[in-house]
């Protein structure tokens, strides 16, 4: 499928993309482009997608201590977590 379609450029240098073009890249609200311009003055644009903390879960090994996760782990860390501020806080860094 080849997309040839045409915007102009504000007097503040912005463009409105397309919704054809956001449709087809499935680009949402916080998504970013990447433009790269090449030496004979080709312009690359492609798509940079702010993922969900779920999704980037996703993609990270599983948490382990050697047996399942419980919630006094959790609770421990962050109590740990909240002490270590406070040490900060006080300590002025």
């Not at 499928?1 to 956001?22: C, D, N």
């Not at 311009?37 to 644009?45: G, M, P």
């Given at each position: 499928?080849?997309?040839?379609?045409?915007?102009?450029?504000?007097?503040?240098?912005?463009?409105?993309?397309?919704?054809?073009?956001?449709q087809a890249l499935d680009l949402r609200p916080g998504d970013e482009l990447r433009f790269e311009?090449?030496?004979?003055?080709?312009?690359?644009?492609a798509p940079r997608r702010r993922r969900s903390i779920r999704e980037l879960r996703a993609t990270l090994p599983p948490l382990t201590l050697g047996r399942d996760l419980t919630q006094a782990d959790i609770d421990d860390a962050v109590a740990a977590a909240m002490d270590e501020q406070e040490q900060r806080v006080r300590s002025g860094n």
């Open positions: 499928m080849v997309l040839k379609l045409t915007t102009t450029m504000t007097s503040k240098g912005q463009f409105t993309l397309p919704a054809e073009i956001r311009l090449t030496d004979d003055k080709q312009l690359n644009v």
